[in-house]
C-alpha cells in the first residue's frame, strides 16, 4: 500500500491540506487543496497536483470542519489510487511555553492545547476543531502538532519578554513571534543557495498578508517582529503591526470602543486596508493610482526597512537576505523599493533578475546577498510528521 502523510491547515473559514508520498526517509508532494467551510453558503472544494495544475474541483455544502475533514478523507479514498494517510501532522498557531517542539497528539497535548486558546483564540479554536473532527473520524490515525511559535524559543530572554512586572511575564505575557513553520523551512533549505554563509547573520523577510522579520544566526532565530500575538510588527493586509498601546486606552475612553470593536479595528480594518481605503491586497494597490494605495505602500515599505534594521543591529551585521511569502516571493517592486534603501548595507540589486522573480536577485558586486525562496510550510510540518511517526 502507498504510505501518505496527511498535511491539515485548519482556518475558521477553510480547510487547506497537501499529501505526501513517503519513501523511507523522503517526502515528496502529491498535491495540495482548500475546502471553504462556507455555513449557508456553497463551498468550493479544490485540489491542485504539485505542478499547481488543477485536479479537482467541486462547489459543496460544508458547514464545519468534521463535514470538511469527512470529505476530504471520501475524496482520498476514491481519486488517489485508495491513498490513505498513515499519519496526520497539523498546522497548530501557538505552542506557548509548552511546546518547544512538535508533539505527537493525545489527551495531555489536547488538555494543554485548550490551556492556550486564551493566547490565540482568533486561531487556536480552529487547529483544535480540525484535530478534534480527523480523531472523531479516524481514531486510530497517529496525529502530530507542529507550532508556529516554537521555532522562535531559541530566542534570548532580552527578546521574549515585555517591561511589564514579573508576575505577568510569569502568566504568560510575553513574545512569543510566529511564521516559525516558514522560517525553518527556509533555514532547512538555505544551505543550498548559501552554503556556510548559511550559518551567519541573515535577515528573513516573510512579507505577504501577514508579515514579519526574523533574524537567524546558526540558523536559528534569535529575533523577530511579531510578539504576543500576530499583530506586533509590520503593518499587514489588515492588521495594524506597531501600535502605541495609549492609542487604545484613547480609543476606550473617547469613543467608548469595546473588546469586540477594537478586536475587528485591529485585526480586519487596519493595516494595508486601512491606510488605502481601497484593498487589503498588495497587488491591487500597487496597480492603483490612489493617493491612498500609494500612501499604504510608502508605509509597508518604510516600515520593512525601519525593522529591518532593527534586525541587523541586534545581529551585528548581515551576511544575507531572504524574501519569501506572497509580497515577498512576487512583488518585484516592492523588493526593488526595500533594497534600495539598503545600500548602506552594500546591496546591490540585479534589477533583471529581481523583474523574473529569480532566486538570487542581487549583483555579483553585492556585498550582501539577496535570495527569493519560496516558501513550504506543509513540507516541514510532513517531515516532522515523519519522523515521530518513525520514531
Known amino acids: 500500500m502507498n504510505k501518505t502523510i496527511l498535511v491539515l491547515n485548519a482556518g475558521s473559514s477553510s480547510l487547506k491540506f497537501a499529501l505526501y508520498q513517503t519513501t523511507h526517509e523522503s517526502i515528496s508532494m502529491i498535491c495540495r487543496g482548500k475546502i471553504e467551510i462556507g455555513?449557508?453558503?456553497?463551498?468550493?472544494?479544490?485540489?491542485?497536483?504539485?505542478?499547481?495544475?488543477?485536479?479537482?474541483?467541486?462547489?459543496?455544502?460544508?458547514?464545519?470542519?468534521?463535514?470538511?475533514?469527512?470529505?476530504?478523507?471520501?475524496?482520498?479514498?476514491?481519486?488517489?489510487?485508495?491513498?490513505?494517510?498513515?499519519?496526520?501532522?497539523?498546522?497548530?498557531?501557538?505552542?506557548?511555553?509548552?511546546?518547544?517542539?512538535?508533539?505527537?497528539?493525545?489527551?495531555?497535548?489536547?488538555?494543554?492545547?485548550?490551556?492556550?486558546?486564551?493566547?490565540?483564540?482568533?486561531?487556536?479554536?480552529?487547529?483544535?476543531?480540525?484535530?478534534?473532527?480527523?480523531?472523531?473520524?479516524?481514531?486510530?490515525?497517529?496525529q502530530v502538532a507542529c507550532f508556529d511559535t516554537s521555532f522562535h524559543r531559541t530566542?534570548?530572554?532580552?527578546?521574549?519578554?515585555?517591561?511589564?512586572?514579573?508576575?505577568?511575564?510569569?502568566?504568560?505575557?510575553?513574545?512569543?513571534?510566529?511564521?516559525?513553520?516558514?522560517?525553518?523551512y527556509i533555514a532547512h533549505i538555505l544551505p543550498n543557495h548559501l552554503g556556510d554563509r548559511a550559518t551567519g547573520r541573515i535577515v528573513v523577510?516573510?512579507?505577504?498578508?501577514?508579515?514579519?522579520?526574523?533574524?537567524l544566526r546558526q540558523g536559528k532565530s534569535i529575533a523577530t517582529t511579531m510578539g504576543f500575538t500576530p499583530l506586533e510588527g509590520l503593518p499587514m493586509g489588515t492588521r495594524c503591526g506597531n501600535l502605541d498601546p495609549a492609542v487604545l486606552l484613547y480609543l476606550m475612553r473617547e469613543q467608548q470602543m469595546d473588546h469586540?470593536?477594537?478586536?475587528?479595528?485591529?485585526?480586519?480594518?487596519?493595516?494595508?486596508?486601512?491606510?488605502?481605503?481601497?484593498?487589503?491586497?498588495?497587488?491591487?494597490?500597487?496597480?492603483?493610482?490612489?493617493?491612498?494605495?500609494?500612501?499604504?505602500?510608502d508605509l509597508f515599505v518604510w516600515q520593512v526597512c525601519r525593522q529591518l534594521g532593527a534586525m541587523v543591529a541586534l545581529l551585528e551585521g548581515i551576511d544575507g537576505l531572504v524574501f519569501t511569502a506572497g509580497i515577498g516571493e512576487h512583488a518585484s517592486q516592492i523588493r526593488t523599493r526595500i533594497c534600495a534603501r539598503l545600500k548602506w548595507l552594500s546591496i546591490e540589486l540585479d534589477e533583471s533578475a529581481n523583474q523574473a522573480n529569480a532566486i538570487r536577485i542581487s549583483t555579483a558586486d553585492s556585498h550582501t546577498p539577496v535570495l527569493v525562496l519560496p516558501t513550504d510550510e506543509e513540507t516541514i510540518i510532513a517531515r516532522h510528521t515523519l519522523r515521530l511517526i518513525a520514531a
Open 155 to 184: 530566542m534570548p530572554d532580552e527578546e521574549q519578554i515585555y517591561a511589564l512586572p514579573g508576575h505577568l511575564t510569569d502568566q504568560g505575557i510575553r513574545r512569543y513571534g510566529f511564521h516559525g513553520l516558514s522560517y525553518e
Open 205 to 215: 523577510a516573510h512579507l505577504g498578508n501577514g508579515a514579519s522579520l526574523c533574524a
Open 260 to 297: 469586540d470593536t477594537l478586536t475587528n479595528l485591529l485585526h480586519r480594518q487596519a493595516g494595508l486596508l486601512g491606510v488605502s481605503g481601497i484593498s487589503a491586497d498588495m497587488r491591487t494597490l500597487l496597480a492603483s493610482n490612489d493617493p491612498g494605495a500609494k500612501r499604504a505602500v
Open 39 to 142: 455555513g449557508n453558503a456553497s463551498s468550493r472544494f479544490q485540489v491542485k497536483d504539485s505542478r499547481g495544475e488543477l485536479l479537482w474541483q467541486q462547489s459543496l455544502h460544508i458547514t464545519h470542519h468534521e463535514n470538511a475533514i469527512e470529505v476530504l478523507l471520501q475524496w482520498l479514498e476514491t481519486r488517489t489510487d485508495k491513498r490513505q494517510p498513515i499519519a496526520a501532522g497539523h498546522r497548530v498557531v501557538h505552542g506557548g511555553m509548552l511546546f518547544n517542539r512538535p508533539v505527537l497528539i493525545d489527551e495531555q497535548v489536547i488538555t494543554r492545547l485548550l490551556q492556550l486558546v486564551p493566547l490565540a483564540p482568533l486561531h487556536q479554536f480552529d487547529s483544535l476543531a480540525g484535530i478534534s473532527a480527523l480523531r472523531r473520524l479516524r481514531p486510530d490515525l497517529p
